[in-house]
DNA sequence: TCCTGTTTGTGTACGCTGTCCACAATGTCG
DNA sequence: CGACATTGTGGACAGCGTACACAAACAGGA
């Protein structure tokens, strides 16, 4: 980022510029390609500075995939925000459950190295709700969930003894489609294929649970 | 494996003592823990050997997927010979599609460090018939998915304009219940709650499919 | 049986990584 | 203005993957 080197001995926000840094790593890459010293390098300082403000590389990594899962969420807040309220309620419900599992589906495609970063390191469920995992709007992906589900329940398309868990299960599909084609076996898998698949799945997910 | 130092200059079966070894390490910390040069320490041998049967660390750490993926075919062919062939057909169709999820997901939660290994770090699903991945059955995980769901058609309780890309949405909704519950955001989760998370899923898909 | 060539091991070395320590520049507050 | 906390630098270390040159062990034909 900052080619000239700073007339200043401060930086001014390193923090920040390493987590772009990092972000910028984890883009082509994934999580592991985020090094600590290349991220001090990019940002033109000496490599112990950055623990000044990470207590060690993992530190960096884990606010790397929070800003990975703010992106995220943002993705999925504009495919649910396209969706039109005109139609009748059920039709918005199931929409606004397609819409999210196009957002996070679509996110994998166009960005395979942060979606990694976002959704293979992060600690546990306890902090989904970090604001600092939100979108512009506020919200979290496993928030924007929740609000598609309660929805199906509301307009009466998802018996409510069946509302428990059911992010887990929505989620776990189209978690799953996406590592496979992302790390896994199905890595190779045609672009159109793919996309297909997430279609189908999504299919599933609505059809089953 | 071998403490006392070898008598012989050559080793034996070198290869496999440092895929052995590479096994080992995967299964406490998956795949990034298998480290080439512990590889070859355990197998009480200079770091470079390793490059006799591995163009590089790659490479071990491919082979100690392949291995990685035999057991968890051998996990799974576990659970469906223990199938009773009794019941109706239908039943044992639907038997067989859960017996590939619960050796699928028992597999993961058993051996979370090989289930990665095996899952996410394959080359691409071309080899999926590779017999070096298949169980003692000589069956792959893939190929045991397949049949359950062909079986699933043959009794009608899949449409066969549903069948083709089935085997992505099945396999998607279990591998990403796995990963997430294994590296993912839901790593606390209980292990009863997960366990009933994967019950509730594989009736998900049972269900959508 | 020796001689020769191929396979499989060893030794040394290099650059890169994460991290520790002591020290210096800068900002803040009494 | 001076004391203190904050944030940077510089040097060092062990561990990693890997390249190169060399040595031990085997294999096959003379």
Redesign the interface.
Known sequence: MSLAPRVNYRHGDLRQALVDAGLDMAREGGP?AVVLREATRRAGVSPNAAYRHFADRTELVEAVSDAAQSLVAGAIEAEWDAVPATDPATDVAHAHLRAVGRGYLGFARDEPGLFRAA????????T?LDPAKAGPGGRTS?QLLSMALDELVAVGSLPPERRP?AE??A??????????VL???????DRDVAR??GA??I???????
């Open positions: 592991d959704f293979t390191v992060p600690r546990d469920l306890e989904a496993f868990g887990f299960s989620w776990s599909a189209v978690h799953g489609l996406a590592m496979l790390e896994g076996p199905l890595r190779n898998l297909a698949a189908r799945l299919d599933m997910v609505d059809r089953g649970l």
